[in-house]
């Protein structure tokens, strides 16, 4: 076997390895582009019939967000690639996070986790954060004057002057007026259904209404043979998303529709400085670039904001165009930061996976990459595969070995505090620690990790990949036992994250 301790000589394997595995081309790149056209034509004319469905409530066109708009998706041999789409929400009123500070679990009670879509304030409609959790603050709405809509009859002349308990007002009209995050994923479900019923050639052929129109309005055509191929998946209510798989013949393509509210966040200055996650909050190395980014980073979010969609019975803050909006030149210098990030996944698909389960996911990656060009902003560090590749394994190292992964955007969010099925305590730092060695043994030697045993047979290693790549076969056969039982019983939280303050985040698998 050639030896390969060179840079250069790692260089040309891992660029080759890419090629070959991570990131095919030709005839893979071509169905994959083929799946993309098909999948968001047909994707759009299917939101056109729930927007007439709903009467207008989707009046917007899908948004494609997630790893392929980035260019962070991998097109290995026998993968599908997904591909996620926002559905905007006709929304009117203009939301303000009031504060910085998280909600208390026992405070909770004054604040709806509804949000209204008739009530209006001068300011906006005031809303505070619990974890990624949005709720409508009660209590700030009763301070100044708000408009609210109840539908109820007008009071008597002779009781004109009670003065109503405000904050049933308040209450009373979100029961008539407001967009329930359960409710708008079961519909849109619902709606998707309609869509695909081939029953249907008009959402609204059954609606009395509609028949008697003279001019009846149009909906785009869907092809039979197309609607055939799509199978509507179950709802499932711990997703954001109504969740389709498209049947191309030689590959199924998941694709996810998620309802959204765009563009409705003014965020106040506080809310900025306190809850912007800091580089020096928990990285200690150089921070010169820290104002620099800190800023950027605010000022992406004062200009796409964040969206809010609906999980888990609550509205919750997502962050997907403004993280576009950060990645989208991140290789304009010609650096290989997305290369690396595809390999880094490829190699958490293909073998952290299979072993450990769904430990990391696609979003903690790509919020390591997001960190490590806030760490590493010089050229230098990206001009190979890989310098890039050791940057993020680098920090990713780190936080395994902190046992933390800042969010972002939010403080104090823990990316890596996964909600286990049992009580015990032991399964969180297991997986973080075995995850930990298996990182710094690829470290050590990239090219001796991605070697399958039998081609590294005689290939020159260093003492530091050795000693690294003992410590995990030893640490792996200590605690074999623990490490089949978390898998095999699935002890982890696939879905759900969360923290000791009750942060939560809304992390693609």
Same mark, same amino acid.
């Given at each position: 076997?050639?030896?390969?301790?060179?840079?250069?000589?790692?260089?040309?394997?891992?660029?080759?390895?890419?090629?070959?595995?991570?990131?095919?081309?030709?005839?893979?790149?071509?169905?994959?582009?083929?799946?993309?056209? #098909? &999948?968001? /034509?047909?994707? $759009?004319?299917?939101?056109?019939? !729930?927007?007439? =469905? *709903?009467?207008?409530?989707?009046?917007?066109?899908?948004? #494609? &967000?997630? /790893?392929?708009? $980035?260019?962070?998706?991998?097109? !290995?041999?026998? =993968? *599908?690639?997904?591909?996620?789409?926002?559905?905007?929400?006709?929304?009117?009123?203009?939301?303000?996070?009031?504060?910085?500070?998280?909600?208390?679990?026992?405070?909770?009670?004054?604040?709806?986790?509804?949000?209204?879509?008739?009530?209006?304030?001068?300011?906006?409609?005031?809303?505070?954060?619990?974890?990624?959790?949005?709720?409508?603050?009660?209590?700030?709405?009763?301070?100044?004057?708000?408009?609210?809509?109840?539908?109820?009859?007008?009071?008597?002349?002779?009781?004109?002057?009670?003065?109503?308990?405000?904050?049933?007002?308040?209450?009373?009209?979100?029961?008539?007026?407001?967009?329930?995050?359960?409710?708008?994923?079961?519909?849109?479900?619902?709606?998707?259904?309609?869509?695909?019923?081939?029953?249907?050639?008009?959402?609204?052929?059954?609606?009395?209404?509609?028949?008697?129109?003279?001019?009846?309005?149009?909906?785009?055509?869907?092809?039979?043979?197309?609607?055939?191929?799509?199978?509507?998946?179950?709802?499932?209510?711990?997703?954001?998303?109504?969740?389709?798989?498209?049947?191309?013949?030689?590959?199924?393509?998941?694709?996810?529709?998620?309802?959204?509210?765009?563009?409705?966040?003014?965020?106040?200055?506080?809310?900025?400085?306190?809850?912007?996650?800091?580089?020096?909050?928990?990285?200690?190395?150089?921070?010169?670039?820290?104002?620099?980014?800190?800023?950027?980073?605010?000022?992406?979010?004062?200009?796409?904001?964040?969206?809010?969609?609906?999980?888990?019975?609550?509205?919750?803050?997502?962050?997907?165009?403004?993280?576009?909006?950060?990645?989208?030149?991140?290789?304009?210098?010609?650096?290989?930061?997305?290369?690396?990030?595809?390999?880094?996944?490829?190699?958490?698909?293909?073998?952290?996976?299979?072993?450990?389960?769904?430990?990391?996911?696609?979003?903690?990656?790509?919020?390591?990459?997001?960190?490590?060009?806030?760490?590493?902003?010089?050229?230098?560090?990206?001009?190979?595969?890989?310098?890039?590749?050791?940057?993020?394994?680098?920090?990713?190292?780190?936080?395994?070995?902190?046992?933390?992964?800042?969010?972002?955007?939010?403080?104090?969010?823990?990316?890596?505090?996964?909600?286990?099925?049992?009580?015990?305590?032991?399964?969180?730092?297991?997986?973080?620690?075995?995850?930990?060695?298996?990182?710094?043994?690829?470290?050590?030697?990239?090219?001796?990790?991605?070697?399958?045993?039998?081609?590294?047979?005689?290939?020159?290693?260093?003492?530091?990949?050795?000693?690294?790549?003992?410590?995990?076969?030893?640490?792996?056969?200590?605690?074999?036992?623990?490490?089949?039982?978390?898998?095999?019983?699935?002890?982890?939280?696939?879905?759900?994250?969360?923290?000791?303050?009750?942060?939560?985040?809304?992390?693609?698998?």
């Amino acid at each position: 076997m050639t030896k390969m301790e060179d840079p250069g000589g790692q260089e040309k394997f891992l660029q080759q390895f890419c090629a070959d595995k991570v990131f095919l081309s030709g005839d893979k790149e071509w169905r994959v582009g083929k799946n993309f056209f #098909l &999948v968001k /034509s047909t994707v $759009e004319k299917m939101v056109k019939w !729930a927007c007439e =469905s *709903s009467s207008r409530l989707y009046p917007e066109a899908p948004v #494609l &967000v997630g /790893s392929y708009t $980035e260019q962070l998706h991998l097109q !290995a041999e026998g =993968s *599908s690639n997904g591909f996620d789409f926002l559905v905007p929400l006709r929304y009117n009123p203009k939301l303000t996070l009031v504060s910085g500070s998280t909600v208390a679990q026992d405070a909770s009670s004054d604040c709806e986790r509804k949000l209204p879509t008739y009530m209006f304030r001068d300011k906006g409609v005031p809303v505070v954060r619990w974890g990624t959790k949005v709720l409508l603050d009660l209590e700030a709405l009763g301070e100044t004057y708000v408009e609210v809509h109840c539908d109820k009859k007008k009071e008597e002349e002779d009781e004109e002057d009670i003065v109503l308990d405000r904050l049933d007002e308040f209450k009373e009209s979100l029961g008539h007026h407001n967009l329930d995050p359960v409710q708008i994923t079961k519909d849109f479900h619902h709606y998707m259904e309609i869509t695909l019923d081939p029953a249907y050639t008009h959402p609204l052929q059954n609606d009395p209404v509609f028949q008697r129109r003279l001019f009846p309005s149009r909906v785009p055509r869907i092809d039979e043979r197309i609607r055939k191929n799509i199978k509507l998946e179950a709802l499932d209510s711990d997703s954001p998303a109504v969740q389709l798989t498209f049947d191309e013949g030689i590959e199924t393509v998941p694709v996810n529709l998620a309802p959204a509210i765009q563009g409705a966040f003014q965020l106040s200055n506080q809310w900025v400085r306190e809850d912007l996650t800091h580089l020096s909050d928990w990285w200690e190395g150089d921070l010169a670039n820290e104002k620099k980014s800190f800023l950027r980073k605010a000022a992406v979010l004062q200009e796409v904001g964040p969206e809010l969609v609906a999980k888990g019975g609550f509205w919750r803050l997502s962050f997907s165009r403004a993280e576009a909006a950060i990645l989208e030149g991140v290789d304009a210098d010609q650096g290989h930061r997305r290369a690396a990030l595809r390999l880094l996944k490829f190699v958490n698909v293909t073998r952290w996976m299979p072993e450990y389960g769904k430990i990391l996911t696609s979003y903690h990656l790509k919020t390591i990459l997001l960190w490590c060009c806030e760490i590493y902003p010089q050229k230098a560090q990206w001009g190979t595969l890989l310098s890039s590749l050791q940057a993020l394994l680098g920090i990713l190292k780190h936080t395994l070995a902190r046992q933390k992964l800042p969010h972002y955007f939010l403080v104090p969010v823990n990316l890596f505090n996964r909600r286990y099925k049992s009580s015990s305590a032991t399964y969180r730092p297991l997986a973080l620690e075995v995850l930990r060695l298996e990182v710094e043994a690829m470290l050590a030697d990239p090219v001796g990790y991605l070697l399958p045993d039998h081609e590294s047979q005689g290939r020159c290693v260093s003492e530091d990949f050795e000693e690294k790549w003992e410590a995990l076969r030893d640490f792996k056969g200590r605690r074999q036992e623990e490490l089949k039982k978390m898998e095999d019983e699935q002890m982890y939280e696939e879905v759900e994250m969360y923290e000791g303050d009750g942060a939560e985040s809304c992390v693609k698998s």
